[in-house]
């Protein structure tokens, strides 16, 4: 079975950056269509990002547009978040999706394949 790692997840100051990675071990996620999503304590899972298999479409919540930026890099099995500008209000547990049958979408509901988490926490 598929299964997701997500990486790169820690304590960054308001404005500051950091780059979530998502990979698989013993699966290329080449066919893959791949989602980021976040949950927050008392919160819904919510959709903030998604990219297709190859890389040609993807999508962003409201919230983080201009801000994230969504790629994957097929030869090295990875997807990536780039989150810049961050603000307290994206703090939150940051997971990656997966799904061979969708070509983009942040609803959680359509991914069969879920990673364990990430933590991010924007603060002073």
């Known amino acids: 079975q598929l299964q997701l790692v997500e990486s790169g997840g820690g304590l960054v100051q308001p404005g500051g950056s950091l780059r979530l990675s998502c990979t698989a071990s013993?699966?290329?996620?080449?066919?893959?269509?791949i989602g980021w999503f976040r949950q927050a304590p008392g919160k819904e899972r919510e959709g903030v990002s998604c990219?297709?298999?190859?890389?040609?479409?993807?999508n962003y919540v409201d919230s983080v547009k201009g801000r994230f930026t969504i790629s994957r890099d097929n030869a090295k099995n990875t997807v990536y978040l780039q989150m810049n500008s961050l603000e307290p209000e994206d703090t939150a547990l940051y997971y990656c999706?997966?799904?061979?049958?969708?070509?983009?979408?942040?609803?959680?509901?359509?991914?069969?394949?879920w990673g364990q988490g990430t933590q991010v926490t924007v603060s002073s």
């Open positions: 999706a997966a799904d061979v049958s969708i070509i983009c979408d942040t609803r959680p509901d359509l991914y069969d394949y």
């Open positions: 013993r699966f290329t996620l080449y066919n893959y269509a």
């Open positions: 990219i297709s298999s190859s890389g040609s479409n993807t």
